[in-house]
């Protein structure tokens, strides 16, 4: 069965992209989930991300657990330099040393824990953060709940689904797809690991995907789903900055649901998608 198609954004703070402030900075890797970012927050900045789930997480987990960190080796400093003074100053100044004693209380209650019991409470994964050098500074990323939860970090990292209308997700995106040419294995596969409702759904995404031309050089999102005789089809074909968009919603006949996506694909090419598709390959070409 197919895993969670849809995206989340991570933030460590856990706030959505409709709360980030302007100017924040959101990492993707997907020409997809860039241009659906810039559709519904042009005031945010899009920045590319490029490694695994994990190296991803880190490199935005990375620069506020170096500051933290530093803040407690800071303060722990100050802690101690505050109480070898007091020592070497004697009776001669004890009323200084009362105060600054003080001051090192207000530290203790900043932080309840030492530098190493700080550390120690840390994950694997911010703990590889903290050893990480990067050059971009994310104030959230845009990953796949799917890739999250394989991984199993979903529950390391604070997350927010983000809305399926809007953040259409990609073609086959939670699914899992095994090829092989022996028809002996085919049939073996198909047994073991087949799921009908989601072969429906992801066939009807790839066929959009496939008329249109597609691939990965331009930002599309087909999102499926099987509801009863009907397969719920969502699809937004948008260009590359997020300001066009050629969007629809149609529920295919379940029997013909591939017939049906190819019809849905053509009608979405009319309407200009395959004009939106075109600019983003030269736009591709360009760059490399």
């Known amino acids: 069965e197919r895993a969670p198609s849809g995206d989340v954004v991570v933030q460590p703070e856990g706030l959505g992209i409709e709360d980030l402030p302007a100017g924040a900075v959101v990492g993707t890797g997907s020409l997809r989930r860039g ?39 800071i303060a722990s400093g100050e802690e101690n330099a505050l109480t070898a003074e007091a020592d070497e100053g004697g009776d001669e100044n004890a009323d200084d040393t009362d105060d600054e ?36 500074e994310y104030d959230a990323v845009v990953l796949a709940e799917a890739g999250l939860r394989r991984s199993n970090l979903f529950y390391e990292v604070e997350t927010t689904r983000l809305p399926r209308e809007e953040y259409v997700p990609a073609a086959g995106q939670g699914a899992i797809a095994v090829t092989a040419s022996d028809p002996d294995v085919i049939e073996a596969v198909r047994k073991a690991v087949d799921h009908p409702r989601t072969r429906v759904a992801v066939t009807v995404e790839r066929t959009i995907l496939g008329e249109l031309n597609g691939g990965c050089v331009a930002p599309i999102g087909v999102s499926a789903m099987v509801q009863g005789e009907h397969v719920h089809v969502r699809a937004r074909v948008l260009s ?39 600019e983003a390959r030269e736009e591709a070409d360009a760059d490399e």
């Open 240 to 278: 590359t900055d997020g300001t066009e968009e050629v969007a629809d919603t149609r529920d295919l006949p379940i029997r013909s649901h591939a017939t049906a996506a190819a019809e849905f694909a053509a009608d979405l090419a009319d309407r200009g998608a395959d004009e939106l598709i075109a």
């Open 35 to 73: 241009a659906q970012i810039r559709a519904a927050r042009p005031d945010l900045t899009v920045e590319p991300i490029r490694g695994n789930v994990d190296t991803r997480l880190e490199k935005l987990l990375a620069p506020g657990l170096q500051a933290e960190h530093e803040r407690r080796l």
């Open 101 to 136: 004693d003080t001051d090192g209380d207000e530290v203790d209650e900043e932080f309840d824990e030492t530098v190493e019991e700080w550390f120690d409470s840390l994950s694997d994964l911010e703990r590889d953060a903290m050893e990480r050098k990067v050059e971009t």
